[in-house]
T-cell receptor, first 119, second 114 residues
Framework: GAVVSQHPSWVICKSGTSVKIECRSLDFQATTMFWYRQFPKQSLMLMATSNEGSKATYEQGVEKDKFLINHASLTLSTLTVTSAHPEDSSFYIC???????????????FGPGTRLTVL | SQQGEEDPQALSIQEGENATMNCSYKTSINNLQWYRQNSGRGLVHLILIRSNEREKHSGRLRVTLDTSKKSSSLLITASRAADTASYFCATALFLIQGAQKLVFGQGTRLTINP
């Protein structure tokens, strides 16, 4: 149990376009979802925390107008990279915490990641 | 900002040898977790150690935690080629809503040579 999926797994887009990445909890209700960004050979950097039905909380230095997060339901959160540029190319990973996930300590369950390449 | 510093940044050993990775952190924590990431893939949770625990085992993994030094170590015994991956420590900070926010260390890239 406690599976998190991401779609797409990879995407290539032209500079200036917007890209939407989906994060779904498949077998539990995700009350909180997290979005991370990981540059090559670097660690995961938390971008934002989102709770279902409320606005996301962004980490310092992350532009909320650039990275739009919508957590409209207990099983889906989306990250939209608006007007993407080459420097936005990265590996984006989501994680989820939730109800009936089988965890006793609010374990975060991670998605497989989405590789974004902006040309 | 990153909470954890890990060393070494890269480690290459022969199959069968033990691998030790270290993690240091800056603030008080509720628990510390270790994750593995194969190249270009998502994270796999390995083990969690609570702030009131000093050592924990899981299979070939042994984790220690020294809260006075704000450091933790991950030992993988009898390493296998399949252990080749990046390993990250993450400290858990509680959010107001009760969820945990994870702050990751820089990671150690482990290579097991056959």
């Amino acid at each position: 149990g406690a599976v998190v999926s991401q779609h797409p797994s990879w995407v290539i887009c032209k500079s200036g376009t917007s890209v939407k990445i989906e994060c779904r909890s498949l077998d539990f209700q995700a009350t909180t979802m997290f979005w991370y960004r990981q540059f090559p050979k670097q660690s995961l950097m938390l971008m934002a925390t989102s709770n279902e039905g409320s606005k996301a909380t962004y980490e310092q230095g992350v532009e909320k107008d650039k990275f739009l997060i919508n957590h409209a339901s207990l099983t889906l959160s989306t990250l939209t990279v608006t007007s993407a540029h080459p420097e936005d190319s990265s590996f984006y990973i989501c994680s989820a915490i939730g109800i009936s996930s089988g965890s006793s300590y609010n374990e975060q369950f991670f998605g497989p990641g989405t590789r974004l390449t902006v040309l | 900002s990153q909470q954890g510093e890990e060393d070494p940044q890269a480690l290459s050993i022969q199959e069968g040898e033990n691998a030790t990775m270290n993690c240091s952190y800056k603030t008080s924590i509720n628990n510390l977790q270790w994750y593995r990431q194969n190249s270009g893939r998502g994270l796999v949770h390995l083990i969690l150690i609570r702030s009131n625990e000093r050592e924990k085992h899981s299979g070939r993994l042994r984790v220690t935690l020294d809260t006075s030094k704000k450091s933790s170590s991950l030992l993988i015994t009898a390493s296998r080629a399949a252990d080749t991956a990046s390993y990250f420590c993450a400290t858990a900070l509680f959010l107001i809503q009760g969820a945990q926010k994870l702050v990751f260390g820089q990671g150690t890239r482990l290579t097991i040579n056959p």
